[in-house]
C-alpha cells in the first residue's frame, strides 16, 4: 500500500502547473532533481522526436563487379580448366570467392569501395614425355565498386612453365 501512495504522489508532483504555465513541474530529470529543469512529461516528448528523427533506411545498395581473367599470349597457352577460382578482397579485409564461367568472367554482387582482385592456378601437362607444370598468377588492385560506374575490370594473368622430374 505504500508504494501505491508513493507511486500516486510522484504522478500528481509530476502535473502539477508550472510557474510559466502548463504542467509538469515536477522533479527535474536533468539537474539533479531540483525544480525548473525538464520535468518528465518533457523529456518523454524530447525523447519521441529524437526517436522520430532518427528513423531513416539503411539499405545498403549492392553493385555488380565483372572480373575478366586476361591471360597473356604464350606459345603453351591457357589453363585447361575454364572455371578459375577468383578472390576479391575489399579495405576491411572481407574476401569474397567466385569462378569465372566459360567466358572467363567472374562475377560479384558486392557493397560500393575499393578492391583487390586475384586468381592463382596449376596446371600438370603430362601429355608429352617431358612433363611441364604451370603456374597461372593474377593481381588486380584498387578497383574502385560504385553504383554509377561501368563495374568491369580486366586481371592480367602471367604464366610461368617449370619442367618437372619425374
Not at 509530476?14 to 520535468?39: A, D, E, I, N, R
Not at 599470349?73 to 577460382?85: I, L, M, Y
Amino acid at each position: 500500500m505504500k508504494i501505491l501512495s508513493n507511486i500516486k504522489k510522484v504522478v500528481a508532483k509530476l502535473f502539477q502547473p508550472l510557474p510559466w504555465g502548463g504542467v509538469g513541474g515536477g522533479p527535474s530529470l536533468l539537474c539533479g532533481g531540483v525544480g525548473g529543469g525538464l520535468s518528465l512529461p518533457w523529456f518523454g516528448v524530447g525523447v519521441g522526436f529524437l526517436l522520430a528523427a532518427c528513423s531513416y533506411d539503411e539499405s545498403l545498395e549492392l553493385c555488380q563487379l565483372q572480373v575478366r581473367v586476361a591471360y597473356e599470349q604464350t606459345s603453351f597457352g591457357e589453363p585447361q580448366d575454364a572455371h578459375v577460382r577468383v578472390e576479391l578482397k575489399d579495405q576491411n579485409a572481407q574476401v569474397f570467392v567466385d569462378s569465372t564461367a566459360t567466358d572467363r568472367i567472374a562475377r560479384f554482387l558486392v557493397p560500393p569501395g575499393i578492391y583487390e582482385a586475384s586468381t592463382s592456378a596449376a596446371y600438370l601437362d603430362t601429355t608429352e614425355t617431358t612433363w611441364w607444370r604451370y603456374t597461372f598468377n593474377g593481381i588486380r588492385s584498387q578497383i574502385i565498386v560504385s553504383p554509377d560506374s561501368l563495374n568491369m575490370v580486366d586481371m592480367p594473368v602471367k604464366v610461368a612453365r617449370k619442367r618437372v622430374v619425374h
